[in-house]
């Protein structure tokens, strides 16, 4: 089998995380996948190129994808390797596919300063994501949120004066950093963003033999919880930049059991529902459906709320 070229980003993080996928496609079980050899090349896209504008004002979601798609197309990579809640929720290009999901890590948020309840009148927290604003803000108004953009080593040193960064545990796991984590937050108290803790491997359709490497290290509890998930954030428009968040988890019965929410960007408002059934993408798209139709969930999606 030919070298396998994993496209990535170039943060310690990303790297990290493409390490990882390379650890795991050589320990695979399968006697194919246990003879792949890997090559990273590193890909820098738009989430790095301009480290200092909001996520929302460089394209979303996609802003960390675009280019690593790009270098699968062009014949430059073979897989690429993606933090899923930085997929949006289709691509651009249908000669590309999520082929695996490696078992999913921890996908809660940490606080990184000081926990919650230590967290004084009018404290300020530090996060990019709307989703974590909007959910503290409605468990605590009296917060303070300042804008948070970097790798992760930039946003762990900007921690405010007697407040907290908000990030996810996962990214402190995979680099040896949980010792700072002053609370990692439930998922009853933070539902995470789409694909948190998870990674997708992305190649081409065609290319058999990426693909068979790829799904030698797929988890299919994993694969199906994030098929779940971005179903969700599918139905419900997948390019909003409202708060969205979601966490599936698959039952002892094999059911996938799917929470989800939409927000105002004030935190005032707060729409969580869950449902379970055994197809993921039917289960994401009705839970969706229900909370946009039958909650009222349609007019924060039209953006009518205020913004922190």
Not at 80 to 86: E, L, P
Not at 160 to 178: D, Q
Request: some cysteine.
């Amino acid at each position: 089998m030919p070298t396998l070229r994993v496209a990535t980003r170039g943060s310690p993080l990303a790297l990290r995380q493409a390490e990882l996928v390379a650890e795991a496609l050589a320990l695979a079980d399968s006697s194919a996948a246990a003879l792949v050899a890997t090559e990273l090349v590193v890909v820098e896209t738009a989430g790095d190129l301009h480290r200092d504008r909001p996520i929302n004002a460089i394209g979303g979601q996609g802003a960390f994808v675009a280019a690593l798609e790009q270098a699968l197309l062009d014949g430059r990579a073979d897989l690429a390797v993606h933090s899923a809640k930085d997929l949006p929720s289709s691509f651009g290009s249908d000669e590309l596919a999520i082929m695996s999901v490696p078992k999913r890590a921890d996908p809660r948020d940490a606080l990184v300063g000081r926990a919650l309840a230590e967290l004084g009148p009018g404290a300020h927290v530090a996060t990019g994501a709307a989703r974590r604003r909007a959910q503290l803000a409605w468990l605590r108004p009296d917060l303070r949120f300042e804008e948070l953009r970097g790798n992760i080593s930039t946003r762990l040193g900007k921690v405010p004066v007697a407040g907290a960064v908000v990030t996810a545990y996962a990214a402190l796991e995979r680099l040896g950093l949980t010792r700072l984590a002053a609370e990692v937050l439930t998922t009853s108290v933070m539902l995470p963003q789409v694909g948190q803790g998870a990674l997708a491997i992305q190649c081409r359709v065609r290319d058999e033999v990426a693909a068979e490497a790829a799904r030698s290290i797929d988890d299919e509890a994993s694969h199906r919880c994030l098929d779940a998930e971005r179903a969700f954030l599918g139905e419900l428009g997948g390019g909003c930049e409202l708060p969205v968040g979601a966490y599936a988890v698959v039952g002892s019965d094999g059911a996938v059991e799917l929470e989800g929410l939409i927000a105002s960007l004030d935190g005032t408002v707060l729409l969580r529902r869950a449902m379970s059934g055994l197809d993921a993408f039917e289960v994401g798209r009705a839970l969706a459906a229900e909370i946009r139709d039958g909650c009222g969930g349609a007019e924060i999606l039209s953006g009518a709320s205020g913004v922190l």
